[in-house]
């Protein structure tokens, strides 16, 4: 399975993009997106070093704003806590591979999709930043060609295939 991953600098950038990669035929299923939560420390927000796990829903609502409308275009949104990082909202496939990740954090679940460890590691560095993660996946060469040009169009950063 190819896969497409970039980063955006905001979330309207991010939001206008799925809503175009959704239009040129690309599925919910294919497209996750990941963002660090920027919003004051509250009690969902964890020290570095903390332990991963999936936040209290109310937590997760309370700043959920993240995504804005994201989660309403992708499957699977939820919030977890990352080590290192600090809460996130990640929505799509992704989402469960980072629930699953236990200590690896972002870049753990990035190489677990096939990304290699030094450019996982770089992107979860953008996340810490506060950059908006996308990573589509898909067997069709031709929605990930798409999804390349969409993402371009869209003034994301860094945008590899893998």
Known sequence: M???????????QAEEAVSAMRDKGLNPEEIS?????????????????G????????????????LGGLTGLLAGAGAL???GIGPIVAA??????LSGAVAG????????????????RYYEGEVKKGKILAV????????????????EEYGANDVETH
Do not use: C, H, Q, Y
């Not at 954090?105 to 996982?120: F, K, N, S, Y």
């Open 2 to 12: 190819g896969k497409v991953i970039a980063t955006f600098n905001s979330r309207n």
């Open 105 to 120: 954090g972002v870049a753990g679940g990035l190489i677990d999709l096939g990304i290699p460890e030094d450019r996982g």
């Open 81 to 83: 806590a990352i080590p």
């Open 92 to 97: 799509g496939p992704l989402a469960a591979t």
């Open 51 to 66: 332990e991963m796990g999936a936040m209290d829903v109310s937590e997760g609502t309370a700043w959920g704003g993240a």
């Open 136 to 151: 589509i996946e898909s067997d069709d060469e031709g929605k990930l060609e798409d999804a390349v040009d969409v993402l």
């Open 33 to 49: 997106i990941v963002a660090k939560n920027m919003g004051k420390k509250g009690r969902g927000e964890m020290e570095a070093g």
